[in-house]
């Protein structure tokens, strides 16, 4: 039964863009839940599912021209990246119902992951509210397959060499479901583990340095809740970016725990330093952002503030 909106409710065009490989992950049933839910809740919703990524992307721009009065996103991070990039530098907000691998985009947002209800409640209340103005990055790279120059945001953040291939990997793998298979992702690409030598440039200031992982954090965490940037805010005009010289596999092991508490941070092989604009080269070094492949180093990287909205609860 459907319910009754209060005298003061706020009725929203929307958008809901559902994972095209929801199906493949079990859940399935969550995009029409949430669907119903805001209709429900007395919202006009357009519900967008495709069979392909590709046919989503396209209708998920011309829904986009639209203007609707916010574009929301089910699934996990790739999702978000997806929504990111839909309405990065448009006065669109972006809702997020998480119902992926990681979340750690949710995570930043402080909203609910793992759990439906919760989120579409959250997504509920956050409609009836001025939306966040949160900062997002942008990436320039050349495309991998045509060399053309090209540009991408990410919201949450950006892994350069090892975090990246465990990235990749895990999102080749098919089970086990859930942030455990980071963990085995992890396990599996630490037998190749080595240190790539870096040209990082920080606000037209460059460095080289030799280390196993750099990571670029506008939120706090990746792969499921590790607290690579902990410091890290959506808000500040500023990208975390983390570095960590060179490990040996069983050094590698002690400190990983941590990550998970973000006390990492106070070790001697890890540096983070702040800026507004970051360049990454590297020979092999590959890349990701927001979980997803961009493709191999060089990557010029820029904070946008207050680029992105978001159906989310003030900090």
Not at 49 to 67: G, P, V
Not at 168 to 194: F, Q
Not at 220 to 243: E, F, N, Q, R
Not at 252 to 271: A, D
Request: charged share 20%; hydrophobic share 45%.
């Amino acid at each position: 039964m459907a319910n009754h909106p209060q005298p003061d409710f706020q009725r929203k065009r929307l958008i809901v863009a559902i994972n095209p490989g929801s199906a493949a992950g079990g859940k399935k049933a969550v995009g029409p839940i949430v669907v119903q839910g805001l209709r429900d809740m007395g919202h006009d919703v357009t519900e967008l599912q495709e069979k392909s990524y590709q046919d989503l992307l396209t209708k998920a721009r011309a829904a986009i021209a639209t203007e609707p009065d916010g574009f929301v996103v089910v699934g996990g991070d790739g999702m978000v990246n997806l929504g990111a990039n839909m309405v990065a530098g448009t006065d669109v907000p972006l809702g997020i119902i998480s119902a992926g691998t990681g979340n750690d985009t949710a995570r930043s947002l402080n909203l609910p992951f793992d759990d439906t209800a919760a989120s579409l409640a959250a997504l509920g209340t956050a409609l009836q509210h001025a939306p966040r103005v949160v900062d997002a990055a942008i990436m320039r790279f050349a495309d991998p397959v045509t060399g053309e120059p090209t540009e991408r945001w990410f919201a949450c953040a950006l892994s350069a060499g090892f975090d990246a291939s465990v990235n990749e990997r895990a999102n080749r793998m098919k089970n086990p479901k859930g942030p455990s298979r980071y963990i085995i992702a992890l396990v599996i690409e630490l037998a190749k583990l080595k240190p790539y030598h870096y040209t990082l440039t920080l606000d037209g200031k460059a460095t080289q340095v030799d280390a196993n992982m750099v990571s670029i954090g506008n939120g706090v965490s990746l792969g499921g809740g590790m607290l690579i940037t902990p410091d890290a805010k959506l808000d500040d005009g500023l990208l975390d970016v983390l570095v960590v010289r060179p490990l040996s596999r069983f050094n590698f092991l002690r400190i990983f725990p941590s990550v998970f508490k973000g006390t990492h941070v106070t070790r001697k092989e890890v540096t983070i330093e702040r800026a507004r604009t970051v360049r990454i080269e590297g020979e092999g070094v590959v890349i990701t952002g927001d979980g997803e492949s961009v493709g191999p180093a060089p990557v010029d990287v820029e904070l946008v503030p207050g680029a992105l909205r978001v159906l989310a609860p003030l900090p």
